[in-house]
């Protein structure tokens, strides 16, 4: 039988055109992926370009924050009662009152949302300022400081030697019963102690005498100002990473408060609340008056440890496109006032660290 040339050229068109559909059908769902692939990438770059916004509109209220004070002449900072909200720009962030920006185009609408959340640290205890910069010498105001607060928390105060173990340079024991690296490599799942400064207050769950429950109590996860964005806790700081940090007492709360005197009781560190509730403290000596008042004298070390205005914040910014999340922290060093009332340097707001959850 003869080959009909006809029907062998229909089979190879016809294969032709199987293999091409199978490409062209792979072409698409490779293009399809691709693109879904594209505008998540899309999403995700703009999300995280909102939260570095965030953290650059952080800066531009604690900035202006600064000016207003400075303009009005006034020497302190606080968080303003809950009936005046507008008093301090910064503040309002923290009270969730002027959190979340929608950012748009002129064409486009929406493109997404950034929020931000700021944090007084200087309203808490310095946790790496029981060890001094140079991370060999132990500040022991600071450690007596830190000690105070723990009993106050009702938890053991030899916790801080093992604090002090875990960000001093040496692998000698500060304490009686604190370990240093030996201790931590024999783990079932070893790691290295610190040794340095704590970037994070969550580190402290790594640290012997630590537990879960002490973790907790020490975050103030109990405490109705706990939010699990704070970088940690309620009551500790891991900055200003400089030796001469300082309480703002127009906004410590009683815990850290009670961290300044043994002699300072809850009731006292109430009764000082309620007095800067109706006016803020000017100045630490009208503090340190108060203190007198209620019978307790603070030595000058102690004394030097007093602000009435906040330095350090930690920032956390979310952009959110189109589901997608990016989310930023970061602990920010305003210019403080100098007794001149001129802001002390060029670059008036200071990152100390920033990292990308
Ligand atoms: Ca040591
Ligand atoms: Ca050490």
Sequence with gaps: MKKDPKGFALIIVLTLVTILAAVVVEFAYTTRVEVELTSATRDDLQAYALAYSG?????SLLLSDLQEDQEQGAKIDFIPSELDPTEELWAQTQMGGFESFPIT?????????????????????????????????????????????LEALELPPEIVDDVIDWIDTDDT??????VESPFYASLDKPYESRDSFML???????????????????????DENYRKDALGSVYLSAYPRVDSWAI????????????????MSSSVAESLIERREEEP????????QELA???????????????VRSDVFSVRAEGVVH???????AVLKRGTTSSGGATSSSNPIEILFLRVL
């Design 55 to 59: 953290i650059e509109i952080a800066k």
């Design 105 to 149: 185009t002129d064409e486009a609408g929406e493109i997404g949302v950034v929020s931000i959340k700021i944090t007084d640290e200087s309203s808490k205890f310095y946790l790496n300022g029981l060890v001094k910069t140079n991370g060999v010498d132990v500040d022991t105001e600071a450690a007596e400081m830190a000690s105070r607060l």
């Design 173 to 178: 024991p500060y304490g009686l019963d604190s």
């Design 200 to 222: 994070s207050i969550s580190e402290l769950q790594m640290i012997h005498g630590v537990d879960d429950a002490t973790a907790r109590k020490l975050q103030g996860q109990e």
């Design 248 to 263: 703002n007492v127009n906004t410590a709360s009683a815990m850290v408060l009670q961290s300044i005197s043994a002699e």
């Design 281 to 288: 403290f000017k100045s630490v000596s009208d503090f340190t």
């Design 293 to 307: 008042n209620s019978g307790i004298q603070l030595s000058g070390a102690l004394t030097s440890r007093l602000a």
């Design 323 to 329: 589901g997608v999340s990016s989310v930023m922290e």
